[in-house]
């Protein structure tokens, strides 16, 4: 079964950064997609960026060029860097791995 953790959410000014990370168990890691999503207050969940088991990286078009996705594959964790971030960008972040979520973590940007 797996299991995913979160952390690193928090509250940020605008421009600022802030790194997610997502640790895996459970399960093989490294032959798998990983992605990160959220959803903020009374909106649907948005996809907002992926890695595949090769490192090849997507994003969302409001997060390219601010946002990157990484993964260790030794450690069986996945990252999301944050950068410049805006008020826009709060949310509730979930990292996921083979039809499995994570519990999520609130990013919130306010000055």
């Known amino acids: 079964q797996v299991r995913l953790v979160e952390s690193g959410g928090g509250l940020v000014q605008p421009g600022g950064s802030l790194r997610l990370s997502c640790a895996a168990s459970g399960t093989a890691f490294d032959i798998y997609a990983l992605a990160w999503y959220r959803q903020a207050p009374g909106k649907q969940r948005e996809w907002v960026a992926t890695?595949?088991?090769?490192?090849?990286?997507n994003y969302a078009d409001s997060t390219k060029g601010r946002f990157t996705i990484s993964r260790d594959n030794a450690k069986k964790a996945f990252y999301l860097q944050m950068n410049a971030l805006k008020p826009e960008d709060t949310a509730v972040y979930s990292c996921?791995?083979?039809?499995?979520w994570g519990q999520g973590t609130q990013v919130t940007v306010t000055s």
């Open positions: 890695i595949s088991s090769g490192g090849n990286t």
């Open positions: 996921y791995m083979q039809h499995s």
